[in-house]
């Protein structure tokens, strides 16, 4: 089992409608969640952290946390095509400070 | 304000030769953590770097090693290069407070190519 899962995708969303992405987790010492963008060819920009259960809205980003079920999902509102990218998501254990990665979910947005 | 800078962009290399990244980390960053992603995969972590000393280390075989400078910047060597260290080395810096990073920046990556 893999310690951070992710579906590879690609995720097709219409402009304008909500893209929805999920990620578990198989350590339950994880303590920080992370969803990175990764445009083709370029490094990874972090767009959202959280670290409590529940939800945590940042612009058109919403990340949510569930610890008890071990997934962390996000959301992306109002899809753009410059949304277009492959979304990473990372956890930072409890005793060390490494991110380890998904294998990210490439998502289309389609005019 | 800089962000995380790494040199060079792209370096092509032979198999068996050897060759050195080099990152600065994001100004009032301490923290430089090392990543090789290969292509269609996420991010693997082969060290991480703090008060010049490495503090944390994945699954990468001894030919990786690192350096930390006063200056918080770092470098990564990579000895005996193999055909399958063709890759995207990334740096990511942070800053380690109570002995727990938090957030973690990326620089633009160098693009390894092993011929």
């Known amino acids: 089992q893999k310690e951070v899962e992710q579906n590879s995708g690609p995720l097709s969303v219409p402009e304008g409608a909500i893209a929805s992405l999920n990620c578990t987790y198989s350590?339950?010492?994880?303590?920080?969640f992370f969803w990175y963008r990764q445009y083709s060819g370029k490094s990874p920009e972090l767009i959202m952290f959280?670290?409590?259960?529940g939800d945590k809205e940042d612009g058109r980003f919403t990340a949510q946390l569930n610890k008890a079920s071990q997934y962390v999902s996000l959301l992306i509102r109002d899809s753009q095509p410059s949304d277009s990218a492959t979304y990473l998501c990372a956890v930072i254990k409890a005793a060390g400070n490494k991110l380890t990665f998904g294998g990210g979910t490439r998502v289309l947005v389609k005019p | 304000d800089a962000g995380v800078t790494q040199s060079p962009t792209h370096l092509i290399k032979t198999r068996g030769q050897q060759v050195t990244l080099r990152c600065s980390p994001k100004?009032?960053?301490?923290?430089v953590s090392w990543y090789q992603q290969a292509l269609g995969q996420g991010p693997q972590f082969i060290f991480q770097?703090?008060?010049?000393?490495?503090?944390q280390r994945g699954n990468f075989p001894d030919r990786f090693s690192g350096h930390q400078f006063p200056n918080y910047s770092s470098e990564l060597n990579v000895n005996a290069l193999l055909l399958g260290d063709s890759a995207l080395y990334l740096c990511a810096s942070s800053f380690l407070s109570g002995g727990y990073s938090y957030e973690q920046y990326f620089g633009p990556g160098t693009r390894l190519t092993v011929t």
């Open positions: 350590d339950r010492g994880s303590q920080s």
């Open positions: 770097y703090y008060e010049e000393e490495e503090r």
């Open positions: 959280i670290y409590s259960n």
């Open positions: 100004s009032g960053h301490d923290t």
